[in-house]
T-cell receptor
Framework: QKEVEQNSGPLSVPEGAIASLNCTYS??????FFWYRQYSGKSPELIMS????GDKEDGRFTAQLNKASQYVSLLIRDSQPSDSATYLC????????????FGTGTLLAVQP | DTEVTQTPKHLVMGMTNKKSLKCEQH?????MYWYKQKAKKPPELMFV???????INESVPSRFSPECPNSSLLNLHLHALQPEDSALYLC????????????????FGPGTRLTVT
């Protein structure tokens, strides 16, 4: 059973702080990793994708991937109340299925 | 433009009704997906179409019937649903599903909120 695990939270951070969201996955053959943001009652929005080990930065967001440790993280710098949402980690493995496996999501609350 | 549109936004139907959900994308994507999402749960894959052919059916009950009339459109036909089928139904699309080395990013539509009474 291929799994993606996230801490459900809530993760509470003060405005302006760095929020760190973590995700582990079980399938060593996984090649592609995504972070989605989902506001309450809305659909998931893709905010980051990462395919190789290391860091990838986009504005206030940095995705980090460590395939040896089967670990992917998302850092949000200068957190804003508008960042308050559920963050879903999604992993697409190798093999024929190529399905996205979602974690259960981490609820982030940024306190003004 | 990474836009996937879905209609209707909300749908209330009785257990004996037949209705359809529609999804459209104009990004030239060749893979389209239906997901079901219950409250406080992640999206759950239902169907995948690749190049207008059904490539994955995640053992979805036959009261859900997908259709892909062309590469831009995806329908989900609903018949004899149960109250437990009430959920947010999400459509997504990606460039190409069949790539083994690197998967393509999936973009979600706004969803249809379905209530079965």
């Amino acid at each position: 059973q291929k799994e993606v695990e996230q801490n459900s939270g809530p993760l509470s951070v003060p405005e302006g702080a760095i929020a760190s969201l973590n995700c582990t996955y079980s399938d060593r053959g996984s090649q592609s990793f995504f972070w989605y943001r989902q506001y309450s009652g809305k659909s998931p929005e893709l905010i980051m994708s990462i395919y190789s080990n290391g860091d990838k930065e986009d504005g206030r967001f940095t995705a980090q991937l460590n395939k040896a440790s089967q670990y992917v993280s998302l850092l949000i710098r200068d957190s804003q109340p508008s960042d308050s949402a559920t963050y879903l980690c999604a992993v697409m493995g190798g093999g024929a299925t190529n399905k996205l496996i979602f974690g259960t999501g981490t609820l982030l609350a940024v306190q003004p | 433009d990474t836009e996937v549109t879905q209609t209707p936004k909300h749908l209330v139907m009785g257990m004996t009704n037949k209705k359809s959900l529609k999804c459209e994308q104009h990004m030239g994507h060749r893979a389209m997906y239906w997901y079901k999402q219950k409250a406080k749960k992640p999206p759950e894959l239902m169907f995948v179409y690749s190049y207008e052919k059904l490539s994955i059916n995640e053992s979805v009950p036959s009261r859900f019937s997908p259709e892909c009339p062309n590469s831009s459109l995806l329908n989900l036909h609903l018949h004899a649903l149960q109250p437990e089928d009430s959920a947010l139904y999400l459509c997504a699309s990606s460039q190409d599903f069949v790539e083994l080395a690197f998967a393509y990013e999936q973009y979600f539509g706004p969803g249809t909120r379905l209530t079965v009474t």
